[in-house]
């Protein structure tokens, strides 16, 4: 079976700064790829997803992501933080077997 | 406006009370999931449905029970709810996972006393 690891619990970015949240998976062939963010008290929202082709992926938000087969990673980024970016960060696999695997997540603070 | 709607939004129940949380959508999504979510542990797929009378297990499918007798509804039936239950559920649809974004409803914070 597939397994996501995001290996930051928490991350703590200053406004205006840059921030990476870091996304491993484990599974034999190229997955589908995906990043949902959590606002308190909210459901998930898809920030991006990557299927095929060019392996970096923009996103709402001024979100991207960049996978990298060789590492088995699918990083999100964004060049500069804003404070509404405080939330909950998910990363998820899926597989031809529609089921979808989400990572621990990540909470981001920001600070001002 | 495109939803997924859940409720109860919150719930506090005690051991053994058989409960229903429903999901509809309005978006006319094949395909709908539940999830719960717990601290530390992300979220974890429950059941999922392709479509009408289509239904299997996700990854922790014990306790739980689905049914899926039209396409805007699938509601999550606690049987007999046990403490581990405890969490916070979440209701998601798609046209297809993997054409298509999952859209969550707002989750249902269970307890079981």
């Known amino acids: 079976a597939q397994s996501v690891t995001q290996p930051d619990i928490h991350i703590t970015v200053s406004e205006g700064a840059s921030l990476e949240l870091r996304c491993n998976y484990s599974?034999?062939?190229?997955?589908?790829l995906f990043w949902y963010v959590q606002s308190p008290g909210q459901g998930l929202q898809l920030l991006l997803k990557?299927?095929?082709?060019?392996?970096l992926v923009q996103g709402i938000k001024g979100f991207e992501a960049e996978f990298k087969r060789s590492q088995s990673s699918f990083n999100l980024r964004k060049p500069s933080v804003h404070w509404s970016d405080a939330a909950e960060y998910f990363c998820a696999v899926g597989v031809g077997d529609y089921k979808l695997s989400f990572g621990a997540g990540t909470t981001v603070t920001v600070r001002a | 406006e495109a939803q997924v709607t859940q409720n109860p939004r919150y719930l506090i129940t005690v051991t053994g009370k058989k409960l229903t949380v429903t999901c509809s959508q309005n978006m006319n999504h094949e395909y709908m999931s539940w999830y719960r979510q717990d601290p530390g542990l992300g979220l974890r797929q429950i059941y999922y449905s392709m479509n009408v009378e289509v239904t299997d297990k996700g990854d922790v499918p014990e306790g739980y029970k689905v049914s899926r007798k039209e396409k805007r509804n699938f509601p999550l039936i606690l049987e007999s709810p046990s403490p581990n239950q405890t969490s916070l559920y979440f209701c998601?649809?798609?046209?297809?996972?993997?054409?298509?974004?999952?859209?969550f409803g707002e989750g249902s914070r269970l307890t079981v006393l």
């Open positions: 990557y299927f095929s082709g060019d392996t």
């Open positions: 998601a649809s798609s046209t297809g996972i993997y054409t298509g974004e999952l859209f």
């Open positions: 599974y034999g062939a190229t997955p589908y």
